[in-house]
């Protein structure tokens, strides 16, 4: 089955700097690859996805990166902000198992203020 | 609109009881994945249900099982609870699982 790798596992940045998350994958099929935020006690909530189609997408502060090749992508925050603070989780949705989605380990991620 | 409710949202059991989990899809949403997220976790997948069958399993034991009604709505069901069962319970409603799942709040099970 697919197995996702997400690196770091803590990540603490200045207000206003940049974050960073990467995750790979191991199924070349996998084709959609979602990120997570979650607040403690809270849901996941998705907030940004990418499919295998298209390399880059960006929304306001944050932006996801492919690359199929590699098979590894990436969310990318900037300008972090204090509510920016939650574990993020990068997923994998892989069509030969029936799309289930495999999800990374997390990465909390700490904005300073 | 109401996303994916699900019910306990607490639950504190003892080890080899059995318990039941309830979840509501989103409005529009047929499809119903099962997740666990230990503490310091990622969710994993448990199972998914369509059409009131199961469609996807994940590693979990037969412990674990569960339910599809014809209204969407899932149950899952933990036999046997050991102490490892302890975790937060996530469903995931979907209209079309390629295109993403909106997760519930979940149902927070203790075991002790």
């Known amino acids: 089955g697919e197995n996702v790798e997400q690196h770091p596992s803590t990540l603490s940045v200045q207000e206003g700097d940049s974050a960073v998350i990467k995750c790979t994958y191991s199924?070349?099929?996998?084709?959609?690859f979602p990120w997570y935020k979650q607040e403690l006690g809270k849901r996941p909530q998705l907030i940004i996805d990418?499919?295998?189609?298209?390399g880059e997408k960006k929304d306001q502060r944050i932006a996801v990166t492919l690359n199929k090749t590699a098979k590894h992508f990436s969310l990318h925050i900037t300008e972090t902000q204090p509510e920016d603070s939650a574990v993020y989780f990068c997923?994998?949705?892989?069509?030969?198992?029936?799309?289930?989605?495999?999800f990374g380990t997390g990465t909390s991620l700490t904005v300073i203020p | 609109d109401a996303g994916v409710t699900q019910s306990p949202t607490h639950l504190i059991k003892t080890r080899g009881q059995q318990v039941t989990l309830r979840c509501s899809p989103k409005?529009?949403?047929?499809?119903v994945s099962w997740y666990q997220q230990a503490l310091g976790q990622g969710p994993q997948f448990i199972f998914q249900?369509?059409?009131?069958?199961?469609?996807q399993r994940g590693n979990f034991p037969d412990r674990f099982s569960g339910h599809q009604f014809p209204n969407y709505s899932s149950e899952l069901n933990v036999n046997a609870l050991l102490l490892g069962d302890s975790a937060l319970y996530l469903c995931?409603?979907?209209?079309?699982?390629?295109?993403?799942?909106?997760f519930g709040s979940g149902t927070r099970l203790t075991v002790v």
């Open positions: 997923a994998a949705l892989t069509p030969n198992t029936g799309n289930q989605f495999y």
């Open positions: 995931a409603s979907s209209r079309d699982p390629a295109y993403g799942y909106t």
């Open positions: 199924d070349s099929a996998s084709n959609y």
């Open positions: 990418i499919r295998s189609n298209v």
């Open positions: 249900y369509y059409e009131e069958e199961e469609r």
């Open positions: 409005s529009g949403h047929d499809t």
